[in-house]
């Protein structure tokens, strides 16, 4: 009930802060005989991790994983299987002045508010150092899925006022990789990139966007009344740090438009059952209809700047805040891989909880 | 896991069909001792049922409840409380033409998929009728917060392309309901009825949006990591019917500034930590802040729509479809008030999650 | 949390009071495609209903099931199913006498030490009249197992001192219903009634145990660590009233023994690994290994006794007590259903759980 | 649903494997604030871990703790505490012949039906090792309900036919850990060693019984239906291994009773509400009444003996087996932190748990 498990079925717990000796995730309730596949799901980490490019933070951790425990002769045994993230470069002297300091935006006062005592160094368990865990279950999560041709796929597609709202071809999907900003688009990554720079330039961030596409999902995931597909993937997403809005198929333009116009009309292709479009974003009445995934995903800026701020401190005095600890510019970069983990275990999830949706 | 519970200290779990005796409600965990206020539960229902006005759908139900189990001699006793509302006007014979079709955007498809099987009555389970248990349930959520001072408040902020984007006065808030589509103001809310009766008139339907406010939240709650405040909001919206965005505080829009636009400034009042500005809608890490929680939600247009459209049937053939039944041209007038029950329901929980946090 | 609900996949939540308007059930989770058979159902209750024989209460309820969801065209449709039972015979004014009494070996004192409030009428929610929802619920989950091949038998071993150790034979196990004890040993079952009748004569009642039997198990039910399958079966039984004690296979007997006496050997029979003995009761690790799940529980007497007894009031006061009320002398022969029907909830529930097991 | 957690509110959740790298615990929901005494935990460890005595398993395990996340300058604060232990003496060649065989009364044969694959070295998962992580937990557990004034301790009331039935004075209870089987009588005590010293002489192993009491139980404890008291501690209880029998109060010898001698007549002592007879152990209607909590556990003899055994292996062959690896000859005295743990888990999360009972 504390909030640090995520799923049902496919079920995960985080657990670590910033600057303590390590974070890590359990997951239970992986089916036995998956391939574990480590390198793969290193491969999501080192997308997440600080310190790719000059975009992002210099805070420097391999994120290298350790395998504690679920696997056997390189297969999942259907026991827990823990994966640990040593914090390695934690410069927690950086923080020591922001012991008593509430800092705009961040998470320091409502977490002295609810426990009544906080882990300062780093944001603590606040930081987004936490989502490592969740990119590496989602991972394995990931690999779930190709068991049975569901892919997850992310790209950012807004920093700041740059925003890119082309449907991407499936090669410039296959080639966000080769920017430093995840867009499938060249010409708006470097504008996004750009942007990035001069806010940082001015010591400042930005905020931006990212849509994720889920491909290959069979008609019938996502229970039909709470947990409807979309909810759970919008909870997924809002439990994102910095994360301030989801939308799925049509989304908020879905609320200017007329029914005429976002109805989905149903076609047979095949023998498969299709939709001519799909404003519903793969999902009806919460259970995925077999078309496409498709979300879109809004972060606010970055709370810390290189900024004078006004702010207080525990004791209720007014101070001016000016930044310490490494931060990036803008989060969305990094936050590919996360959003992607995050889907990943939606629907992990609800693949297993559909196994039990027939005699 | 088969998805008709929500929460986990205040929990419920709705049950019915569209088209089937009954539905209703089994909440679990409200602390004993609370005054079971019939009358408040029973106005909150009033305001979702049909027929209200010319802009709702004409199905005649009084939705009176049946309360039958968890109240002695007016208050709660720690037991669970079942309210149940009898279907009464349900014209099953209207949708025997639809037994074997799929309708475009509804969950035709997709719960023969499920689950191979359906009660294509009124949409079975998948009808918005459900939602008459969770107005039921959220009511008493309602009473739970208002002995803690929080409220909820809801209100149609935008039909089709008339929006209203002013921060309301206390005033306009309290007067919503002198208005058939629940605006705050009186000039946009009868643009809004216009449009309305104009997308009725072309036998067509239009989406809208809600924004709920919450006040009187305590600093402290919302669970940090995945149970974050906004992410259980989140959840409960994507989980009604037709909605297909969310955003918190500044959503989307933060997505476009920088963070010394959106950054809130701490300051003290009267001993009171507040920001001056609240682009964090009230929520910072998952955690309230003690500032006015506030959210927008989209909804989509209605499905159903008196326009002939191209379906397919259950066997894969090409049908053209002319709806029957009785349904609302825009469902955001009467989504006010389910807004505001699932955004109660998960503040009551959280409340109530909170009280384990500190020893 | 609350704890009204049970299961896990298979989960049904309870509610109602003994002088309530109505006790029932709401089962999530149940797959879609089975068939309802309520006459099935209606049996188990009806075996469970007071006003049997002379040995049990004289309240009369026919406890008539009342389907108010989740069923279409006679099978499961995947949603909620909720079965309802009226309370038509209550007679609330025997209790008026009891508002303000602690009744020794009641809940009456530690309702009111929890919530503060209670509805004192006939035992409130505490009244084992809540287990007639139970056995509505697991006659559900009867139906899910039959279509497994898995059968849930239960009988009365003992009565006071009166105890029957043998293994019954099938022929004798489907004779229960002969005779008003349900053991399957007529000598035993009327050695039984008449310590049941000389205890009823003496205003006095008496404790007893019964056994359950569940055959057709396939290997690989129960999860490993804290969810073992004798684990659940424990809590389920202890869940029930008056229930004092659980034991699986050899149970506290093997306590008392030598691992070379306890140990069950495994042979091939047929292909199909057996033991050759079965202390074990049908569960190694966990895990059902195919053999037959054996457990045996006790009941202690019922509280309700037609002697003087000391106690206090709400103020502390000393009291003399007499019974008012109708109550069994012994209950154990009414309690083989609602053992059966606890026993097929966790076997129903572990059934769906094994689906996510492997790949 | 993979069952490797245990807990609502204080909630854990371990993890790991006898012979893989560690096995570890995570603790989810404990109150911030609690200062973390991890001399206790680890004192609880070192009562659990094999090598103590000539009574046990010659595996040296040191079993330090290493903490990992969730407390900061000495308190929790309210985020997951995550408690590791590694591997250290694992010797898993003596197992390789035991690769396809399946040992009679242990899991082999039960998780290769479950999973289709398993980890043989040491029993994997199913190992007792795995309860070292309970000991680590349960540990904090106790902490947080020594604040409350709760005291949990355990003692072994039986070793084979050596029973010890007295009732302790809170003297002989201190004194447990002054003889090998942790039993207050010494002179039983001695009795006991004897009885294992012979078992292990003729390669045998003995099964036993452990009794765990629960002192400074406020009475409101427990949730009245599926999750009562006794519910959750027979759950508890039987999800240790070996474990076969659970009684509360008077147990099995209750259901040989007559009510006139069960019943515990209240009275008034100083004001508060007790009881003069215990039959019940402190628990009515699944709710703690105030006294002391009082259960029974029965152990089945360990499985690996050292005499040769009939078995089978994987491919259903007849095999003989002889017994390699290190094994106690009696679990019990082993296991009396382990019930230890178990009960504090249970009580704390109750505790928790009634903290949202009343408004």
Same mark, same amino acid.
């Given at each position: 009930?504390?909030?640090?498990?995520?799923?049902?079925?496919? $079920?995960?717990?985080?657990?670590?802060?910033?600057?303590?000796?390590?974070?890590?995730?359990?997951?239970?309730?992986? +089916?036995?005989?998956?391939?574990?596949? @480590?390198?793969?799901?290193? &491969?999501?980490?080192?997308?997440?991790?600080?310190?790719?490019?000059?975009?992002?933070? @210099?805070?420097?951790?391999?994120? =290298?994983?350790?395998?504690?425990?679920?696997?056997?002769?390189?297969?999942?045994?259907?026991?827990?299987?823990?994966?640990?993230?040593?914090?390695?470069?934690? %410069?927690?002297?950086?923080?020591?002045? &922001?012991?008593?300091?509430?800092?705009?935006?961040?998470?320091?006062?409502?977490?002295?508010?609810?426990?009544?005592?906080?882990?300062?160094?780093?944001?603590?368990?606040?930081?987004? $150092?936490?989502?490592?865990?969740?990119?590496?279950?989602?991972?394995? !999560?990931?690999?779930?899925?190709?068991?049975?041709?569901?892919?997850?796929?992310?790209?950012?597609?807004?920093?700041?006022?740059?925003?890119?709202?082309?449907?991407?071809?499936?090669?410039?999907?296959?080639?966000?990789?080769?920017? #430093?900003? $995840?867009?499938?688009?060249?010409?708006?990554? #470097?504008?996004?990139?750009?942007?990035?720079?001069?806010?940082?330039?001015?010591?400042?961030?930005?905020?931006?966007?990212?849509?994720v &596409?889920?491909?290959?999902?069979?008609?019938?995931?996502?229970? *039909?009344?709470?947990?409807?597909l979309e909810a759970d993937l919008a909870k997924a997403m &809002?439990?994102?740090?910095?994360?301030?809005?989801f939308?799925v198929?049509?989304?908020?333009?879905?609320?200017?438009?007329?029914?005429?116009?976002?109805?989905?009309?149903?076609?047979?292709?095949?023998?498969?059952?299709?939709?001519?479009?799909?404003?519903?974003?793969?999902?009806?009445?919460?259970?995925?209809?077999?078309?496409?995934i498709?979300c879109?995903?809004?972060?606010?800026?970055?709370?810390?700047? @290189? %900024?004078? @701020?006004?702010?207080?401190?525990?004791?209720?005095?007014?101070?001016?805040?000016?930044?310490?600890?490494?931060?990036? *510019?803008?989060?969305? +970069?990094?936050?590919?891989?996360?959003?992607?983990?995050m889907a990943?275990?939606v629907? !992990?999830?609800?693949?297993?909880? =559909?196994?039990? !949706?027939?005699?």
């Amino acid at each position: 009930m504390a909030g640090n498990s995520f799923g049902q079925l496919f $079920r995960i717990t985080t657990f670590g802060e910033s600057h303590g000796p390590a974070i890590g995730v359990v997951i239970d309730g992986c +089916p036995a005989g998956l391939v574990f596949d @480590q390198a793969f799901i290193q &491969l999501q980490l080192s997308r997440r991790r600080p310190g790719q490019s000059a975009l992002t933070t @210099q805070r420097d951790e391999s994120d =290298q994983l350790e395998l504690l425990s679920g696997v056997f002769e390189g297969r999942t045994t259907g026991t827990p299987i823990t994966l640990l993230i040593r914090n390695k470069d934690a %410069q927690s002297g950086d923080y020591d002045a &922001l012991k008593d300091v509430y800092r705009p935006s961040h998470a320091d006062y409502t977490y002295e508010a609810k426990y009544g005592i906080r882990d300062h160094r780093g944001g603590g368990r606040s930081s987004a $150092r936490e989502t490592a865990a969740r990119v590496a279950a989602g991972g394995l !999560a990931q690999l779930l899925l190709h068991a049975s041709g569901i892919r997850v796929v992310a790209y950012v597609c807004g920093v700041g006022s740059v925003t890119y709202i082309d449907e991407p071809t499936q090669k410039a999907l296959l080639s966000i990789e080769n920017n #430093a900003v $995840r867009c499938p688009d060249t010409t708006t990554a #470097a504008r996004m990139e750009a942007a990035i720079a001069e806010a940082k330039a001015h010591g400042d961030s930005l905020g931006g966007m990212i849509r994720v &596409l889920i491909t290959g999902v069979p008609a019938g995931l996502g229970e *039909p009344v709470f947990d409807k597909l979309e909810a759970d993937l919008a909870k997924a997403m &809002l439990s994102i740090n910095a994360v301030k809005g989801f939308e799925v198929g049509a989304g908020f333009a879905a609320a200017m438009a007329k029914g005429s116009e976002m109805n989905d009309s149903f076609y047979t292709d095949s023998g498969r059952v299709r939709t001519r479009t799909n404003h519903s974003g793969g999902i009806q009445g919460g259970i995925s209809n077999g078309e496409t995934i498709s979300c879109r995903i809004a972060f606010k800026p970055v709370a810390t700047i @290189q %900024q004078k @701020q006004n702010s207080i401190d525990k004791a209720g005095k007014s101070i001016t805040l000016e930044a310490k600890g490494r931060h990036d *510019p803008c989060v969305v +970069p990094r936050a590919v891989p996360i959003v992607e983990a995050m889907a990943a275990l939606v629907l !992990a999830d609800h693949l297993l909880r =559909q196994r039990s !949706a027939i005699l």
